[in-house]
């Protein structure tokens, strides 16, 4: 069964530190591509940062970039680790899944095409 579960939400103050995981079963997650998503309260969901599952290429948006980092971790897992948080990123967050384009990076590949998504970790940032 192919699941993806996220981990590491909660409650920081602005300025602190959290490390999101994505944990897969039922798959091996390097080889496929993998985002991050945020839905922030009455916003649509966007694009926070993704890996690839060839050369490992990453990306991170600009409104977050030199903030959060993304990485392919031991155990079927990808972490993203969000340093120096503003209340503007609070939300849900979600990883999800889609298999390697075939001449796009991760960042040029619309989130309607990812084939599976976790349920949620929700990240509250307190000013």
């Known amino acids: 069964q192919v699941q993806l579960v996220e981990s590491g939400g909660g409650l920081v103050q602005s300025g602190g530190s959290l490390n999101l995981s994505c944990r897969a079963s039922?798959?091996?997650?390097?080889?496929?591509?993998v985002g991050w998503f945020r839905q922030a309260p009455g916003k649509e969901r966007e694009g926070v940062s993704c890996?690839?599952?060839?050369?490992?290429?990453t990306f991170v948006t600009e409104s977050v970039r030199g903030r959060f980092t993304i990485s392919r971790e031991s155990g079927n897992t990808v972490a993203l680790q969000m340093n120096r948080l503003k209340p503007e990123y609070t939300g849900v967050y979600y990883c999800?899944?889609?298999?390697?384009?075939?001449?796009?990076?991760?960042?040029?590949?619309?989130?309607?095409?990812?084939?599976?998504w976790g349920q949620g970790t929700q990240v509250t940032v307190s000013s």
């Open positions: 999800a899944i889609v298999e390697r384009h075939p001449s796009l990076p991760c960042s040029g590949v619309p989130a309607a095409e990812y084939k599976y």
């Open positions: 890996v690839g599952s060839d050369d490992g290429g």
């Open positions: 039922g798959f091996n997650l390097d080889l496929y591509t």
